[in-house]
């Protein structure tokens, strides 16, 4: 595999606020990253500095290049979808599709008709006149066409009804992605996306507090639900978070052998949500 | 197609699709001209007094200036580029409204992120909205203009048939169209290069603008000149900044230039014997310093583009 990001130290300022604070971490080739962090944490700022579109310090490797100083190198072979609906609205679909063909140097006409008469998309309408899912499903369609080596997706279902946002996933996955190609995608709705995920990141406070394989998450962490009566045994063990749950106590553990949690009670693996929520907030009573 | 250009092609013809006033302004204007050019042509085929066109058609053949088919060639080129010359006059509001807009919009609707999202430089970007002012509108408009000579040929043909004008074949004349395409193009380019200072300031200040780009290109210009004048009671900026229009633009036409238009007075009808160019105003060093000052304001547009962008995501 090799290495498609290489983030060193990368921080940055504004005013006295750091939105990255000395950051490190990698991308993989054919990984899929889920970023994820709450709002104001840094995510944006960091896919900004991967797509050349802001200024940072410390060092940052997309595909070989430094985006701020080759940032036209690197659009190359980077997409990106930054959020709903930037399309123009005086856009016509069909010269959308002819614009990213005429500057695009690995965009296939064939395949984003493809995709588009999969939708009911209409070549002659313009972006102002198409639904908000219908612009996403455009843009994905714009996109998915270029062989591009790196997809950056920003909130890319933001707004969009689930119908939408479910086939959004299913398109990308099904249609897009074959294993060599890199995603790296940010979102609030986690549970829509962590079974396409190869990676995940969470990002608070302009740091990165987990970067791991979801097969290491899966072995890592563990979700016990157990009596209250046997809650102080459990807190013995330091878990990460514990919640109620039906009357029952649910408690998140990090690094704690399966065989002695599982003599607590009930072993899960957690779902991304719980552990983003666990990782967020640690212990909350 | 080298790649460049075929991006640059891409980039102007994107400003085409969004831009549809280049076209679409002088089409309705050419439009609203016809109907008037109509009425008018009814008016004297109504009103005509027999005497007065056998008068008309003596007179002519009597004027020396008309004498040959080139003369005449020339009259109605004149006639054709006049008019063409006041739409485009018309498309300078077009044309300082459009550079207002063009690095803010897609600021404003945020939609520039996508245009950054595809392998474009901010140069390529820049250039390609001084390239659609500069080149791709004004060959658009005369495009509509030529098709508009070619009606108002055929409309003066037939009321000049109706009512027994020798010379009414005049304004059929391929060559003449040609010609006053050509003479609108050489005033177009001209004046591209005189004004290129002012574009490139609209231009930083389209790329600059946080909002309301319309006063960042005004106010500071205004805010300059009156601290001038308060400060020093002089209007050096003032008169430098439209010295520069008022010492190039009648360099660019000869001495025998007579101004556009056709001027009739007493019955006769004076023209001017064509468009008479002149390079003088090429050798000034104003002009120079003037495209060295626009290429400096580019420069800056280009860099904030860049900055503006980080802001905007």
């Known amino acids: ?285 | 197609m080298n790649t460049q250009l075929k991006t640059m092609t891409a980039l102007v013809r994107r400003e085409m699709w969004e831009h549809r006033g280049f076209w679409m302004v002088p089409a309705v204007m050419s439009a609203l001209l016809t109907l008037l050019l109509m009425r008018v042509a009814f008016e004297l085929f109504v009103n005509v007094e027999p005497d007065e066109i056998v008068r008309m058609n003596a007179r002519i053949a009597e004027d020396a200036r008309l004498a040959t088919f080139m003369d005449q060639t020339h009259v109605a080129a004149m006639a054709f580029s006049s008019i063409g010359l006041a739409i485009g006059s018309i498309m300078m509001f077009v044309a300082f409204f459009y550079l207002l807009d063009s690095l803010y919009a897609d600021r404003r609707d945020r939609s520039i992120l996508f245009w950054r999202s595809m392998p474009v430089t901010d140069v390529q970007t820049v250039l390609s909205k001084l390239a659609t002012v500069a080149i791709a509108a004004p060959l658009a408009a005369v495009g509509v203009l030529a098709s508009a000579f070619v009606v108002w040929g055929a409309l003066g043909a037939g009321v000049g048939l109706a009512v027994g004008f020798d010379h009414w074949w005049i304004g059929l004349n391929p060559l003449a169209w040609v010609l006053a395409v050509v003479q609108i193009l050489g005033v177009v380019a001209g004046s591209m290069l005189i004004v290129a200072p002012f574009l490139g300031w609209l231009l930083l200040a389209s790329a600059w603008a946080p909002r309301a780009p319309f006063l960042w290109a005004t106010l500071p210009i205004a805010g300059v000149a009156i601290l001038e004048e308060m400060a020093f009671e002089t209007e050096y900026f003032l008169s430098t900044v439209f010295g520069h229009f008022e010492a190039l633009f009648p360099k660019m036409f000869g001495e025998h230039f007579e101004g556009f238009g056709l001027r009739g007075s007493h019955g006769t009808i004076r023209v001017a014997s064509g468009m008479d160019f002149s390079g003088a105003f090429l050798l000034e060093p104003r002009l120079w310093i003037g495209l060295a000052i626009a290429a400096g304001l580019v420069a800056i547009a280009i860099r904030l583009r860049r900055l503006r962008d980080d802001a905007a995501y």
């Open chain 1, 1 to 285: 595999m090799s290495t498609l990001i290489k983030a060193t130290g990368l921080t940055k300022r504004y005013g006295d606020k750091a939105a990255l604070d000395g950051v490190s971490f990698e991308v993989q080739a054919g990984q899929i990253v889920g970023l994820i962090g709450p709002n104001g944490a840094g995510k944006t700022t960091a896919l900004k500095a991967i797509l050349g579109l802001t200024g940072f310090d410390g060092e940052l490797s997309v595909l070989g290049n430094d985006p701020r100083l080759a940032r036209h190198a690197v659009m190359q072979d980077v997409c990106f979808i930054a959020d709903v609906a930037v399309l123009p609205r005086w856009l016509k679909v069909e010269q959308a599709v002819r614009f990213v063909g005429d500057v695009h140097p690995r965009f296939d006409h064939a395949k984003a008709e493809a995709f588009l008469a999969k939708t009911e998309i209409r070549r002659g309408s313009k972006v102002g006149e198409l639904s908000k899912g219908m612009v996403t499903q455009l843009h994905l369609a714009l996109v998915m066409a270029i062989d591009a080596k790196l997809l950056v997706l920003d909130e890319p279902t933001l707004g969009l009804d689930i119908l939408y946002r479910k086939a959004f996933y299913e398109t990308l996955l099904s249609d897009y992605f074959d294993g060599s190609r890199t995603i790296i995608v940010t979102t609030h709705q986690v549970e829509e996306i962590e079974r396409i995920l190869t990676h995940l990141m969470f990002i608070n406070h302009g740091r990165i507090v987990l970067d791991a394989s979801m097969e290491d998450v899966a072995s890592r962490y563990a979700e016990v639900l157990t009596t209250p009566a046997r809650a102080d045994e459990a807190r013995a063990l330091k878990p990460l978070h514990e919640r109620d749950v039906f009357g029952k106590k649910l408690f998140l553990f990090e690094g704690i052998g399966r065989d002695r949690l599982r003599e607590l009670g009930e072993l899960h693996t957690p779902s991304v949500a719980d552990l983003f929520v666990a990782k967020m907030k640690g212990v909350t009573a």
